[in-house]
């Protein structure tokens, strides 16, 4: 069974740029997570969906940030414009529903310039 | 706000020994605390996980050992070996009914183990 899948791997743009990561997760896994984790860090909640609904983006800079999860499956997270402080690692994490264990995927390593 | 606090920042254990790192929480809602293993270039994998109702949990090489009222948990990997170099990270969450809420995570530990 495959794991979640991110892409892209690796994303090097300059500030004021856009960007926009994708996020497969688990087949089955209703609940889908955006974390960021900044170098030498942990991983810090961005948004949560359940389904198609985010059900807490609290964390969310919604100024430069957006999320969306159409279907319910795939979810692409966005920056635009890109600030040098948003260098770091976006992963994008998906549970089943009622499940503590969140599948965390590899991530995507942005490099803002 | 750091709801989780980890220690240390850094760990080098020779093959063998006893690896611990140490967690302490603030939020009293925090029902499930599960540890996570991160390899270089990979996502975090969840490793092991406790819930108060126990003092200690163990799988394998690997053991939680939680204290309430102190608010701390903490890992001890056993004989720990090369294969375990890794960065470990405590986290901490609310399990509501019907599905998980946020981790919380700590800032992790870079255990190094030596030959």
């Known amino acids: 069974e495959a794991g979640v899948v991110q892409s892209p791997r690796y994303k090097i743009i300059e500030k004021k740029q856009p960007v926009a990561f994708w996020c497969n997760p688990i087949?089955?896994?209703?609940?889908l997570y955006w974390y960021r984790q900044n170098l030498g860090q942990g991983p810090e909640l961005l948004i949560r969906?359940?389904?198609?609904?985010?059900?807490?983006d609290s964390q969310l800079p919604k100024d430069r940030f957006s999320a969306e999860r159409l279907k319910g499956v795939d979810s692409t997270l966005k920056i635009q414009p890109a600030e040098l402080g948003d260098s770091a690692v976006y992963l994008c994490?998906?549970?089943?529903?009622?499940?503590?264990?969140?599948?965390f995927g590899q991530g995507t390593r942005l490099t803002v310039v | 706000q750091q709801q989780v606090k980890q220690s240390p920042q850094s760990l080098i254990v020779q093959k063998g020994g006893i690896s611990i790192i140490n967690c302490a929480y603030e939020n009293t809602a925090f029902d499930y605390f599960p540890w996570y293993q991160q390899f270089p270039g990979k996502g975090p994998a969840l490793l092991i996980a406790?819930?108060?109702?126990?003092s200690e949990k163990k799988e394998g090489r690997f053991t939680i050992s939680f204290n309430k009222s102190a608010k701390q948990f903490s890992l001890h990997i056993m004989d720990s070996q090369p294969g375990d170099s890794a960065t470990y990270f405590c986290a901490a969450t609310t399990v509501n009914t019907g599905t998980a809420s946020k981790l919380t995570f700590g800032t992790g530990t870079r255990l190094q183990v030596t030959l």
């Open positions: 406790i819930r108060p109702d126990v």
């Open positions: 994490a998906s549970s089943l529903p009622g499940d503590t264990e969140a599948f």
């Open positions: 969906y359940e389904n198609e609904e985010a059900v807490d």
């Open positions: 087949s089955g896994h209703n609940t």
